[in-house]
């Protein structure tokens, strides 16, 4: 079984820049995409980002282009999010997912191990 175990998470201000990482105990990390999703209280899980196998392909939910950057470390099993910019909101839980395949999609099915999830709060 797979363990993702996300990190980095806090309370910043709008317009400040935060952190996340995401470490796998999978053999089969630099094979598989990974990717970031979101859930804040009430709302659904949504995508943020994703990454193939080699960091060559990413996708983005449209709400965090050109503001967050996905990008993965092999060597160390991890991935990351970049968040710049980041706007005022509750707080919200973010999950790093293992891909079933070497693509990333914006389909939460399409991954099958999730992290237990790191906060981030963003205050006025």
């Known amino acids: 079984q797979v363990q993702l175990v996300e990190s980095g998470g806090g309370l910043v201000q709008a317009g400040e820049t935060l952190r996340l990482s995401c470490s796998s105990s999978?053999?089969?990390?630099?094979?598989?995409?990974m990717g970031w999703f979101r859930q804040a209280p009430g709302n659904e899980r949504e995508f943020v980002a994703g990454?193939?196998?080699?960091?060559?392909?990413?996708i983005y939910a449209d709400s965090v282009k050109g503001r967050f950057t996905i990008s993965r470390d092999n060597t160390k099993k991890t991935i990351y999010l970049q968040m710049d910019s980041l706007k005022y909101d509750r707080t919200t839980v973010y999950y790093c997912?293992?891909?079933?395949?070497?693509?990333?999609?914006?389909?939460?099915?399409?991954?099958?191990?999730w992290g237990q999830g790191t906060q981030v709060t963003v205050s006025t």
């Open positions: 997912a293992k891909g079933k395949s070497a693509k990333p999609t914006q389909l939460g099915w399409q991954y099958d191990a």
């Open positions: 999978g053999r089969t990390f630099n094979y598989e995409a």
């Open positions: 990454i193939n196998w080699n960091g060559g392909y990413t």
